[in-house]
């Protein structure tokens, strides 16, 4: 589902949602007895830069409807920014909705974020908090707390969302359909790093290739983020399994660190699988 908002800045309104794994400080908050429509989770520093990157998502826990048109996001530090959501706009019941405005709008350090119905009441606020990571991780709210990680995704899925930005010849942060904004790492390659040899080039196929495109997540089950909180996972674009190509294409080399659920070593032309190896595939 897509919101438009009413100000002159467009913003996206996507559903999120699913069993999340979060660790570090948890924070008590309550809920205002106005409204049964929460504040669910936010990141104030994504990966990145924050302009166009950052997000706040709602819920509605509740069994029955609510119209959220006109109700606004209000952050208080920093530049106070107060955003609205477009009148006729329905939350439904158990749905998720992640607002991402075009611009920086949350402070990175002991920020709040306040949602107001239409009459300009408080529905409900977060704490404050600081997130001074410039990486995946952020708050999401846990039944009365609120926790700092990453989520778990469940696994056997494969997820749908479009390449907003191309960091590099194996990175790219993903506009989710569900999750906002992540930061994907394609699995089980490795492209030249900035001022190598190669890197304009690995950069700009990946452009051509995905920018902006309808793509698919194979997560991998084995390992689904790396140091960084970044996402591990296949890229499909069109059917057409980016990081295999990439290999083949000569603009990233094979980098197959176990445990994997994908073993890389099979994109390349001249890999032949151990006998052990060849063995457990017939056998599956």
Same mark, same amino acid.
């Given at each position: 589902?897509?919101?438009?908002?009413?100000?002159?800045?467009?913003?996206?309104?996507?559903?999120i949602g699913l069993t999340l794994l979060f660790t570090a400080v948890a924070l008590a908050t309550t809920l205002s007895a106005s409204s049964d429509v929460i504040l669910y989770a936010f990141d104030q520093n994504p990966a990145g830069t924050d302009e166009g990157n950052e997000w706040v998502a709602i819920h509605n826990p509740t069994n029955k409807s609510v119209n959220i048109g006109n109700w606004t996001f209000e952050s208080i530090h920093g530049t106070t920014a107060i955003e609205w959501i477009a009148e006729g706009t329905t939350l439904y019941p158990g749905a998720y909705c992640t607002y991402t405005p075009f611009y920086g709008w949350h402070n990175n350090s002991e920020e709040t974020i306040i949602l107001r119905n239409a009459k300009g009441e408080e529905v409900d606020r977060t704490p404050v908090v600081s997130d001074s990571e410039n990486d995946n991780r952020y708050w999401i709210r846990n039944n009365s707390k609120w926790t700092f990680g990453v989520k778990e995704l469940e696994k056997g899925e494969l997820w749908s969302g479009y390449a907003k930005t191309v960091v590099d010849g194996d990175t790219v942060d993903v506009s989710f359909n569900i999750y906002g904004i992540q930061r994907v790492r394609l699995v089980g390659i490795n492209t030249p790093e900035i001022g190598e040899d190669g890197?304009? &080039? *690995?950069?700009?196929?990946?452009?051509?290739?995905?920018?902006? &495109? *309808?793509?698919?997540?194979?997560v991998d089950d084995m390992e689904q983020y790396d140091p960084y909180y970044r996402i591990l996972a296949v890229v499909y674009v069109n059917e057409t399994n980016l990081n295999e190509k990439m290999v083949k294409e000569s603009y990233a080399e094979v980098m197959y660190i176990p445990p994997s659920e994908f073993d890389s070593r099979e994109w390349e032309a001249d890999y032949t699988p151990s006998p052990a190896i060849a063995s457990r595939a017939t056998n599956i």
């Open positions: 589902m897509i919101i438009v908002r009413m100000t002159k800045n467009q913003g996206l309104l996507l559903g890197y304009e &080039e *690995a950069k700009a196929f990946v452009n051509r290739t995905c920018w902006g &495109e *309808a793509i698919k997540l194979d």
